[in-house]
């Protein structure tokens, strides 16, 4: 597509509950990017995937959170037994390979509140 | 590691008046530099970033930044602050060092545009 798409938009789950987040990437970006953003905190980079290579998971909180990304494309980050901190606009990214020398191109993010 | 300083959390400027927004950096090697901006309930827009080369950056909607190794910063300026301009500016650094593709974010710097 034109852009990096993600849904939902807006999430709103019980404490407890697992969700699933969606990003399709830019076709042809071969590097897909996770950050969470939380009020007051900046950008807090989560999961990072280059082509067929393993992920850079670094970044993940805890256990509870998890990513995958299918065919090289869609990716999915899963969070398990949602708890209130995890509350924050998730933002996923991607570029061209070496892409951070062209920088990231960003969807709209999906705003999740653990109620 | 990577990191980025923006200092002031918000910004107020008259329109027509200059806007600077300040970013400083720690990286280990050499850096790459970004500007990034987001308007409410939007992903980031990429605005500018510096390579090598030039000092001076320009970038959309008449921004532009100076890179200055000395003091390892990279100031975000426009010389005529638009009230369209209102929104949360992020700066992102990453260390040229192989195989790091992660962009480290700031906290970002709320602009308020005052008519």
């Known amino acids: 597509g034109a852009g990096v798409s993600q849904s939902p938009s807006n999430k709103v789950t019980e404490k407890g509950k697992d969700v699933e987040l969606r990003c399709d990437p830019i076709?042809?970006?071969?590097?897909l990017y996770w950050y969470r953003q939380s009020l007051g905190q900046g950008l807090e980079f989560l999961i990072y995937?280059?082509?067929?290579?393993?992920?850079?998971k670094s970044g993940l909180p805890s256990d509870r959170f998890s990513a995958e990304r299918t065919g090289g494309s869609v990716s999915t980050l899963t969070i398990q037994r949602t708890q209130q901190e995890d509350s924050a606009v998730y933002l996923c990214?991607?570029?061209?390979?070496?892409?951070?020398?062209?920088?990231?191109?960003f969807g709209s993010g999906t705003r999740l509140t653990v109620v | 590691a990577q990191s980025v300083a923006q200092p002031e959390d918000q910004v107020n400027v008259a329109e027509g008046n200059p806007l600077t927004v300040k970013c400083t950096y720690s990286?280990?090697?050499?850096?790459?530099l970004f500007w990034y901006v987001q308007y409410p309930n939007r992903g980031l827009q990429f605005l500018l970033k510096?390579?090598?080369?030039?000092?001076l950056v320009k970038g959309s909607y008449g921004f532009e930044a100076e890179f200055n190794k000395s003091q390892t910063s990279f100031h975000l300026k426009k010389p005529s602050a638009l009230v369209s301009d209102s929104a949360l500016y992020f700066c992102?650094?990453?260390?040229?060092?192989?195989?790091?593709?992660?962009?480290?974010f700031g906290k970002g710097n709320q602009v308020v545009v005052i008519p």
């Open positions: 990214a991607s570029s061209h390979r070496q892409g951070s020398n062209y920088g990231y191109t």
């Open positions: 076709s042809g970006h071969t590097a």
């Open positions: 995937f280059q082509g067929n290579s393993a992920p850079d």
């Open positions: 990286v280990s090697g050499n850096p790459y």
């Open positions: 510096y390579i090598t080369g030039d000092n």
């Open positions: 992102a650094v990453r260390d040229m060092g192989y195989g790091n593709n992660r962009l480290a």
